[in-house]
T-cell receptor, first 112, second 110 residues
Framework: GAGVSQSPSNKVTEKGKDVELRCDPI?????LYWYRQSLGQGLEFLIY????????KSGLPSDRFSAERTGGSVSTLTIQRTQQEDSAVYLC??????????FGPGTRLTVL | QKEVEQNSGPLSVPEGAIASLNCTYS??????FFWYRQYSGKSPELIMS????GDKEDGRFTAQLNKASQYVSLLIRDSQPSDSATYLC??????????FGKGTMLLVSP
């Protein structure tokens, strides 16, 4: 079946602009996660959704970052007023209970 | 803060050898453990999960879990150059999130 999809695959933006990253999870998976991975670094947890609600937003690095999920399916991660340190690969994963996460291909964000 | 530790490597092994990758974790209550493989420029791919003490085998891969010592390992038999990647260990924490180690880079030379 179809896996997790993310769009765009690459995004280049100028410092100060807002960006939206999209994740389409595996059908039927109620849990969805956002991570980011900077070059040569490990995975950094950002936010977790169960259905449309986000019980754990503890990883969002600043109030410039927000995420929403609608219809228990597609999720959007928004970064406002992007900074160069936001440059990273943003990964989305959906979960097959218990705990088995499947990752999308990621969005590579470059902030100039 | 729950920790998952891995040696960053690189771990270099010749083709055909056994590669042994290790991971330690801090939360004694952890019940499930995952190994992901990440090729350069690609997203992590789940290759093994283990829930019980002992060994779990899947093809050339064997996951070993020792909860008393709080470590989990991944053995790759008959290593191939195509196994060259970064291997990430992950342990559940908090609400069903996963805490990932920083990964061990494996290099298999022909």
């Amino acid at each position: 079946g179809a896996g997790v999809s993310q769009s765009p695959s690459n995004k280049v933006t100028e410092k100060g602009k807002d960006v939206e990253l999209r994740c389409d999870p595996i059908s039927g998976h109620t849990a969805l996660y956002w991570y980011r991975q900077s070059l040569g670094q490990g995975l950094e947890f950002l936010i977790y959704f169960q259905g449309n609600s986000a019980p754990d937003k503890s990883g969002l690095p600043s109030d410039r970052f927000s995420a929403e999920r609608t219809g228990g399916s597609v999720s959007t991660l928004t970064i406002q007023r992007t900074q160069q340190e936001d440059s990273a690969v943003y990964l989305c994963a959906s979960e097959e209970p218990p705990d088995t996460q499947y990752f999308g291909p990621g969005t590579r964000l470059t902030v100039l | 803060q729950k920790e998952v530790e891995q040696n960053s490597g690189p771990l270099s092994v010749p083709e055909g050898a056994i590669a042994s990758l290790n991971c330690t974790y801090s939360d004694r209550g952890s019940q499930s453990f995952f190994w992901y493989r990440q090729y350069s420029g690609k997203s992590p791919e789940l290759i093994m999960s283990i829930y019980s003490n002992g060994d779990k085998e899947d093809g050339r891969f064997t996951a070993q879990l020792n909860k008393a010592s709080q470590y989990v390992s991944l053995l790759i038999r008959d290593s191939q150059p195509s196994d060259s990647a970064t291997y990430l260990c992950a342990v559940p924490s908090g609400y069903s999130t996963l805490t990932f180690g920083k990964g061990t880079m494996l290099l298999v030379s022909p």
